[in-house]
């Protein structure tokens, strides 16, 4: 996804990121989406006034709330804060160690962003050595780097689906976040491999993992296939992985998000886009790195890899880049379905965007794609 460049962040920005320019912020956010409110609900009773005529009257009016609520929200870059206290999730939350340094070579040696302690959540309940073989997700959730930490807040319905459609246990790890310095790249990478290592040390062989990551979680599961290709002899390769709307290119243009011709329907804002490009790209690393914006390096995977997107989001496009060109390559299973309608991250905001029919869909057709490899 390109975005604009850093000199879209300037004094407004730095004023609503602090008191008391945050309160001010807030209270105008308000304000606007209810003085905008009952024109939304006016305008969009006719089917053809709608972003798509194909959406439902709740469907148009989420977007617009959603949409102006994410623009406000993440312009005031408010830092998450990444707890390794078990929380609401009690047994299901474990802590993870980080695995032996040999398996954190090439790009993930740093002298800054070393491999840390993290956390994440087991979803329905953890997997214990021993136990019967099972097909389980070691999915990534979204936020574009700066949000999110896999708990059931952001990815309890994620984890719902792929457990009904695609596999029988989900894990979600609680990785680095680049709205803080230490969590810029290669730091969520680096936490990818710690969680891999985690599931092969309970005894569950790789030909039983298969990746998934949403959003950013898409961008991480390539950086991690990218990894296993050049590192062969480091770790066994996973017997699948599914992008949901992958968050891909953070190549930075002197445009605007806005003028996407997917943006009408889709609820992505500039401010989020902006903030993650600004804290994920190291200084002294080119944004067009292929760990960084992979659609236009492929690569050669021994991992199938099936790519969800819908045809009304502003990623659209350079997962359509990034599937042609991954197939170009000789021995690379790479499959892409298109929700025709959607918008942005319907596995992970179907609930709450009035997606429900359209994330079950999608989910059901990457279990498809599963069970036919197995056949």
């Known amino acids: 996804m390109k975005t604009e460049s850093k000199g879209s962040t300037t004094g407004m920005s730095s004023f609503i990121t602090q008191q008391p320019g945050k309160t001010i912020w807030i209270l ?3 304000i606007s989406v209810l003085v905008r409110l009952p024109f939304w609900l006016l305008y969009f009773i006719p089917a053809a006034l709608r972003q798509q005529p194909q959406w439902t009257y709740r469907q148009a009016i989420t977007n617009k709330v959603v949409k102006a609520g994410t623009y406000f929200f993440f312009s005031m870059r408010i830092i998450p ?3 390794l206290d078990p ?3 009690k047994e299901r939350f474990v802590v993870l160690e980080p695995a032996p340094a040999n398996l954190y070579q090439g790009v993930l040696e740093d002298k800054i962003i070393t491999p840390m302690t993290i956390g994440g959540t087991w979803y329905p309940v953890p997997h214990r050595k021993g136990e019967a073989r099972e097909r389980v997700i070691l999915h990534f959730h979204g936020g574009a780097y700066a949000l999110g930490t896999g708990r059931d807040e952001d990815t309890g319905y994620v984890a719902k689906l792929l457990i009904q459609h695609v596999g029988n246990k989900v894990f979600a790890p609680q990785y680095r976040l680049c709205s803080v310095p230490s969590g810029r790249f290669p730091a969520a990478l680096q936490d990818a491999i710690t969680s891999y290592k985690y599931l092969l ?9 298969v990746l998934s990551g949403d959003s950013a979680g898409g961008h991480l599961v390539v950086g991690l296939l990218r990894y296993f290709s050049e590192h062969e002899s480091l770790l066994p390769a996973p017997s699948a992985a599914l992008l949901w709307s992958a968050y891909l290119d ?3 243009y002197y445009g605007s998000v806005e003028s996407h011709h997917n943006y009408a329907t889709d609820f992505l804002s500039r401010p989020l886009m902006d903030w993650s490009r600004e804290g994920f790209v190291p200084e002294l690393m080119r944004s067009t790195d292929p760990y960084i914006s992979p659609p ?5 995977t021994k991992t199938p890899l099936w790519v969800g997107v819908s045809g009304g989001e502003v990623l659209e496009d350079e997962n359509d880049e990034f599937v042609m060109n991954m197939k170009h390559i000789n021995g690379n299973r790479v499959e892409i379905y298109v929700e025709p309608h959607a918008c942005h991250d319907i596995l992970g905001f179907g609930n709450v965007i009035g ?3 359209e994330a079950e869909s999608m989910a059901s ?8 490899l197995e056949n």
């Open 28 to 30: 105008y956010a308000v």
């Open 81 to 83: 804060t990444l707890s």
């Open 87 to 89: 929380g609401k999730e």
């Open 201 to 209: 040390d309970l005894g569950i062989p790789s030909s039983s993992i």
């Open 250 to 252: 953070f190549v930075p």
């Open 296 to 300: 236009r390096h492929p690569f050669a």
């Open 355 to 357: 997606f429900e029919t």
């Open 365 to 372: 057709v990457a279990g498809s794609f599963l069970h036919n």
